[in-house]
């Protein structure tokens, strides 16, 4: 496995409640892995950490072999708007944006000119079943839809990393299994890596491998070959 | 059964966290400031009223079995007014009661000067001040029962029926400037509903203040009902799925708004009250206030802060009608909230029979003008919302940068809440407009280095001048004196016979010869420039003061309006906020899309309203004959800077807050 991110030994402690207990993981390209506990195991303390988010007490995160843990916040907010994606439960979108845009924007910040990124993020939407859509602001896309358009605005930078923190938490079961199986799907045809946080063992089987974390430590690791 | 109306708004009040705490203070505080604005001008306005009757005694109303001559004259010193009220008792009749401000009739030779004039004869040389007065070896004191303000001039002097000053001829309509500032009559008390001429226009003047200012505080207030509005719009929706009716909501709701509002109501109030002695030293028109006279009442104390409520209240219900239609109102707003064209043709409309009203260079009449105020003001409350939305998407159509895109979108995806955030300052930049140039232009050159001395014919003018060299070269005034008849109309005299010494060198040498010259004449006081257009300062003073206070508080509410609309906004979408930050979008962007969004509309419609303020009082310059003074184009750009350091200012407040609510990305549970 060529590895794209890599954390060694990460420690995070919240006062005296440890989340973190010196957990290793690394992540290839092309690979999943969905990171599954019950509530306050650590899962989101650990995507959180593995995306920059959150600053380790202890250990390193390393993105294709450069430490990332130790970056000054501007250079960590770089990298997540550049190298990495981002898809959450819900509420990412900005409501006055329409679809287009919303995808649009992450390559704006990064500087590219509005009308290339406009097209390019317009590229996305028949992939993911977004035809029709550009226009359409996040108050007038379904559940489902607006889930696609994050996950397009998360691989419109074309990202070493998809980061899903319970990416089908607000949806149903159907269009759960239809979200996931595009978000994971699309980022193994971009070579990206992904990384899961989800309490469902449904959505979790899309994953190549399967994290299982409780008090801070992994407990079980699966794995699935995947179709 | 008891409603569980009250218990529960309670149980969610204290159960929304620090956040839905943050919240409910800034809408008290909006209420504070909208209460205060509102009582300072209120106190403003009726100070002015009470303030200006306390001159009422100095015109009594005349009798003709009187018992006493009184007898009115005004003089300068360094060019403020100096009111002088001669009494004399009329030998044989029953004895006159004491005038307010003193203990009792002042007999001849007593003088009685008020506070600020006895410190100012104290600090001035004699022969600038107290030779004006008879020489005495001590001066009585006017209480404030007689005195409109402690920073008053006033003296009044007890004398002979016989004296000169005491004569017709030294009032009524000697000189063509009297114009209220000298008056004679037999007078057996001092009722009178006549004020004087320094105080006639304060009311009037503080009223429009207080209109131009009543529609930001409602604009304040309504923004305060509004703070937090997405919270408890989901709060309120998740209630309404579990089965609360809509009218339990409402009722949840209302006693909320009312509760926050009448608590920073009360807060504004209170602080009203506390600053009552500063807002007492603040000086209108003839100076600072006695405390007394800005207190407004219990009766307006509660009127204000029942108000206030009210509107806070009203705002907060009116934004749950959508959530109280239908449980799935907030999830299914998805449409940005359109303006129709109906407001442009309004406003068309409206600016139509502005320029038919204003068309063929004609003037208008004062209805006019106030009907033409009136329709400007209406017609930029339809029409600011309209413009919001093209400006939103126009800007949007061109933008090539994320924060200005992110502050297009959201101008045209609620352009009322974007135009409710700069209507203030859009308002007071309307205020601006029409009072900087207002300054209806007094000429204050052309006698300049006079003083008049009316005589009763010419002859005697040739006499008076003989003198007046004489008096003059004894202070050691260098002075170049005139004799003027009847047919001098275009001089300092108005028509009136006398003499004019020109004396150059200054304040101190005008006074000096105005002292000197005081025995001379009719027994009409000698008199200077300052006299001769006191009739217009006084109008020009007084609009510029309140044009200058109203400037002031506009900003005052206007800022606190943006500034608490933009926290509003941060606690109000700090989750979308909080998940871009997250994903890497720096702070700034999110900080100047914030910022655009508000600066953008306020550019064009302050800029727009500035223009519409500035042709309103054009036309009421031309209505009064007089020209703009373009000094007040300084003014308006200090009005400008103003506004626009108050606004960076107030949206740069809820920066921290940005920074804080965005801070916390892994607060989402394990």
């Not at chain 2, 320029?355 to 105020?373: D, E, K, M, N, P």
Request: proline share 5%; charged share 15%.
């Amino acid at each position: 496995m060529n590895t794209v991110l890599a954390g060694h030994g990460l420690v995070k402690k919240y006062g005296s409640t440890t989340a973190l207990a010196g957990v290793d993981v690394e992540v290839g390209e092309r690979d999943s892995l969905a990171i599954m506990g019950p509530s306050g195991s650590g899962k989101s303390t650990l995507l959180h950490t593995l995306a920059g988010i959150i600053r380790p007490d202890g250990g390193q995160v390393l993105l294709r072999g450069d430490r990332i843990d130790n970056l000054g916040e501007n250079r960590l907010s770089a990298l997540r708007r550049g190298r990495f994606g981002f898809v959450f439960q819900f509420g990412q979108l900005l409501p006055e944006l329409p679809a287009e845009e919303n995808v649009a924007l992450p390559l704006m910040l990064e500087g590219t000119p509005r009308r290339q990124a406009v097209e390019r993020a317009r590229r996305w939407f028949a992939p993911l079943g977004l035809d029709g859509l550009e226009k359409r602001r996040p108050g007038q896309l379904s559940g489902g839809q607006a889930q696609r358009v994050a996950i397009a605005r998360a691989l419109v930078v074309e990202p070493d990393v998809v980061f899903a923190d319970e990416p089908t938490g607000a949806l149903d079961q159907n269009t759960s299994s239809e979200v996931v199986r595009l978000l994971t799907s699309v980022t193994r045809e971009q070579g990206a890596a992904l990384v899961m946080v989800t309490h469902d063992a449904d959505v979790a089987a899309h994953c190549d491998r399967i994290l299982q974390v409780r008090d801070g430590r992994i407990t079980h690791h699966s794995q699935y070959t995947v179709a | 059964m008891r409603s569980p109306v009250l218990p529960l708004t309670w149980h969610l009040a204290r159960s929304s966290g620090r956040r839905g705490l943050q919240s409910q203070l800034l809408a008290a505080g909006a209420a504070a400031v909208g209460a205060f604005v509102m009582l300072v001008m209120i106190a403003a306005c009726l100070g002015a009223g009470a303030r200006a009757d306390r001159t009422a005694w100095r015109t009594p109303d005349a009798d003709r079995n009187g018992t006493a001559v009184q007898a009115l004259a005004t003089t300068y010193v360094r060019h403020e007014p100096l009111t002088v009220v001669s009494l004399a008792q009329l030998p044989g009749r029953p004895l006159t009661p004491a005038p307010p401000g003193l203990d009792a009739f002042p007999k001849k030779g007593e003088v009685y000067v008020s506070p600020a004039l006895a410190a100012l004869l104290h600090e001035l040389p004699a022969n600038q001040l107290a030779d004006r007065f008879p020489r005495v070896r001590s001066y009585g004191t006017i209480g404030a029962a007689g005195l409109a303000s402690p920073d008053e001039l006033v003296a009044v002097v007890g004398r002979a029926p016989s004296e000169p000053a005491m004569s017709r001829t030294a009032a009524e309509g000697a000189s063509y400037y009297d114009q209220d500032q000298a008056a004679r009559a037999v007078v057996s008390g001092f009722s009178s509903a006549k004020r004087s001429l320094f105080t006639a226009s304060d009311q009037a003047m503080t009223l429009i203040g207080v209109v131009l200012l009543a529609m930001p505080v409602v604009v304040l207030s309504a923004a305060a009902g509004r703070l937090g509005a997405a919270r408890r719009e989901q709060r309120l929706a998740a209630l309404r799925l579990a089965g609360a009716t809509p009218r339990q909501i409402l009722a949840m709701t209302a006693v909320e708004a009312a509760a926050v509002g009448a608590a920073g109501a009360l807060t504004g109030a209170l602080a009203y009250v506390a600053l009552l002695p500063a807002l007492a030293a603040i000086p209108y028109g003839i100076g600072s206030w006695y405390t007394g006279q800005l207190w407004v009442g219990p009766a307006w104390l509660s009127a204000v802060v029942a108000a206030v409520t009210a509107l806070i209240t009203v705002s907060a219900v009116s934004m749950l009608r959508q959530v109280a239609a239908s449980p799935l109102g907030v999830a299914q707003q998805a449409n940005p909230r359109r303006t129709r064209w109906i407001r442009v043709v309004v406003f068309v409309v409206a600016v139509g029979c502005i320029f038919r009203s204003t068309g063929g260079g004609g003037q208008l009449t004062a209805r006019q003008l106030i009907g033409l105020l009136v329709l400007f003001y209406g017609a930029f409350w339809l029409f600011g919302p309209w413009v919001v939305d093209r400006l939103g998407r126009i800007v949007g159509r061109f933008a090539r940068r994320p924060a200005t895109l992110l502050a297009a979108r959201r101008l045209s995806d609620d352009p009322r809440g974007a135009w409710r955030t700069v209507s203030g300052l859009v308002l007071a930049g309307f205020a601006a407009g029409f009072f900087s140039v207002s300054q209806i232009g007094a000429d204050t050159s052309q006698y300049r280095d006079q003083v008049a001395v009316i005589t009763a014919n010419a002859a005697d003018a040739r006499q008076a001048a003989t003198e007046a060299r004489t008096l003059l070269g004894r202070v050691g005034v260098t002075a170049t004196v005139t004799v003027k008849g009847e047919d001098a109309y275009d001089s300092l005299l108005g028509g009136s016979p006398g003499v004019i010494a020109h004396v150059p060198g200054g304040t101190d040498r005008i006074d000096t010869a105005v002292t000197a010259l005081t025995p001379l004449g009719t027994g009409h006081a000698p008199y200077s420039q300052d006299y001769a257009t006191a009739y217009d300062r006084t109008v020009v003073d007084r609009i510029a003061e309140v044009s200058t206070a109203t400037l002031a508080l506009s900003f005052v509410v206007a800022t606190a309006s943006a500034g608490l609309t933009a926290a509003a906004n941060v606690l109000d979408r700090r989750r979308v906020y909080g998940l871009l930050r997250l994903a890497g979008t720096p702070l700034r962007i999110l900080d100047r899309a914030r910022t655009r969004e508000t600066v953008l509309p306020l550019a064009v419609l302050a800029g727009g309203t500035t223009a519409m303020g500035v042709y309103g009082s054009y036309q009421l310059n031309k209505a009064v004959g007089a020209t703009i003074d373009t000094s007040g184009a300084l003014q308006l750009l200090a009005c400008v800077l103003i506004g626009a350091l108050a606004m960076f200012a107030a949206i740069g407040g809820s920066r921290p807050l940005l920074r804080r609510v965005t801070a916390d990305p892994a607060r989402a549970a394990d």
